[in-house]
């Protein structure tokens, strides 16, 4: 079994404290209705990648990352210096995911491909 390295240890608590943070502290209508997909910590955890989701998928992904590392990501990492039990929490950088949106894109791909191929085979 492998064990999981610090930094993916401190992304994962970084994860659940920053999710509970946006849904009880945030009163930003705009930032509700995010889910925190993942938190890449850096080697010397001086800085963190925090990818970020929006539903309805892909709606207004880029306004919420400008909103979030504006002055709100200063105040994320006041909050979780105060849950978190890290001597330092690093500097946050949010990123839209949109990895979701990208899958889906290929879904739609793939299925009208078949649709196509079983189209052919019945005509021909």
């Known amino acids: 079994m492998r064990e999981f390295a610090r930094t993916e240890r401190i992304g994962a608590e970084l994860q659940r404290d920053l999710a509970q943070i946006l849904r009880e502290k945030v009163k930003d209508p705009r930032l509700q209705l995010i889910t925190v997909q993942e938190v890449r910590v850096s080697r010397d955890l001086s800085h963190a990648k925090v990818y970020f989701t929006c539903f309805p998928v ?55 491909a078949v649709a196509s191929e079983r189209k052919d085979s019945e005509e021909g």
């Open 58 to 112: 892909d709606e207004g992904g880029l306004e919420q990352a400008r909103l979030l590392n504006g002055k709100l990501a200063g105040y994320l990492r006041r909050e979780l210096a105060h849950c978190s039990r890290l001597r330092t929490v690093p500097q946050l950088h949010f990123m839209h995911d949109e990895s979701i949106a990208r899958g889906e894109h290929l879904s739609n791909l793939i299925e009208g």
